[in-house]
């Protein structure tokens, strides 16, 4: 089927190649050479609070309890783990992205413009509709992105609560405590029951990562990353005692704590400690604003997740390894 089409004006395709193990893909034409990368770099993969990982080889489901393999100390840091995969079942569309709720009991699944939740034990399938993104609240509600211009809200028990016709072309949304809708220039937070305007800034989001409290957030840009601390009750306050919101939102909602000049690949909050991956493949931590180096990765790997009863935080490859 027909999943897009590139014009760049060079007359024929004389020649198509590929690079083996990367996303990139050459076209040789009448007029001169092009190189596009297509698919996403990250692994379809998600990890649930307990150590349960399932992820998607193309249309496969599969599950691993790293519970299991990494409870006794007789693997080394960063040691490549034995793992027992279980084909869990199959997928009804093409997953480009997969995500636990925060409870671990529901994953949804998104690809081909749209999505299904389904139990994250038995793979059930329990809701699904038409999704360009989907983002997971911290407590369980969800937002679909069907186009750059509406956005709808589910309550836990998948009825649709809202539906909303931002004035901006929304390229992104993000979940968690508040909800985050992106253009290329700013990004605007909501709050998830009244969809109020709480703040925008001006930066171009790639990824967005909460803390579990939800006083720390992560704006993570192409360039640098930025550490902001919600004031929540300042906002609370702000909202009932009826202060007017305008195109900024409250004034005092965030404040910027820290700011660092590198690029993450993926990151991960463990208390108040951010811990994070950047283009150079150092594994790195930052905790008030000082960055340590917790570990050199020898390809490109993915922060999954963290076990506190193992003071271990695991990362995965391209190929689930």
Not at 39 to 53: C, F, H, L, Q, T
Not at 181 to 189: G, V
Not at 210 to 237: C, E, H, M, Q
Request: aromatic share 12%.
């Amino acid at each position: 089927r027909l999943e897009n089409t590139l014009n760049y004006g060079l007359e024929r395709v004389w020649a198509l190649g590929y690079m083996k193990g990367s996303r990139r893909i050459v076209i040789g034409y009448d007029e001169g050479t092009i190189m596009i990368k297509i698919g996403r770099e990250v692994p379809v993969a998600s990890m649930d609070n307990s150590g349960k990982i399932i992820w998607a080889k193309h249309n496969e489901i599969q599950t691993v309890n790293i519970k299991t393999v990494g409870a006794g100390n007789e693997i080394a840091d960063g040691e490549r783990l034995p793992l027992a995969v279980k084909e869990l079942g199959s997928c009804d569309l093409y997953p480009q992205n997969l995500r636990h709720n925060p409870n671990g009991r529901f994953v949804v699944v998104c690809g081909d413009g749209e999505y299904i939740i389904y139990t994250a034990l038995a793979w059930r399938n329990r809701s699904f509709g038409s999704a360009l993104e989907f983002a997971w609240s911290s407590d369980g509600e969800y937002a679909v992105r069907e186009s750059t211009s509406r956005i709808k809200i589910y309550s836990k028990n998948f009825q649709e609560r809202k539906s909303i016709r931002p004035t901006f072309s929304v390229e992104r949304v993000f979940g968690g405590v508040l909800l985050a809708m992106c253009t290329n220039d700013f990004i605007c937070f909501y709050d998830w029951a009244d969809c109020r305007l709480i703040r925008r800034i001006d930066v171009n989001v790639k990824n967005l990562y909460w803390a579990d409290s939800g006083d720390l957030v992560t704006v993570a840009s192409d360039t640098s990353f930025y550490i902001l601390k919600y004031n929540r009750d300042v906002v609370s306050s702000h909202l009932d005692g009826g202060g007017s919101v305008g195109e900024e939102g409250v004034e005092d909602a965030f404040e910027l704590l820290h700011e660092i000049n590198e690029r993450i690949r993926t990151g991960l909050w463990v208390g108040d400690c951010f811990i994070y991956n950047n283009s150079s493949s150092r594994l790195n931590y930052c905790v008030g604003g000082e960055v340590t180096t917790l570990f050199h990765l020898d390809r490109p790997m993915y922060l999954l997740g963290y076990l506190a009863n193992q003071s271990r935080v695991y990362l995965i490859d391209k190929q689930f390894k």
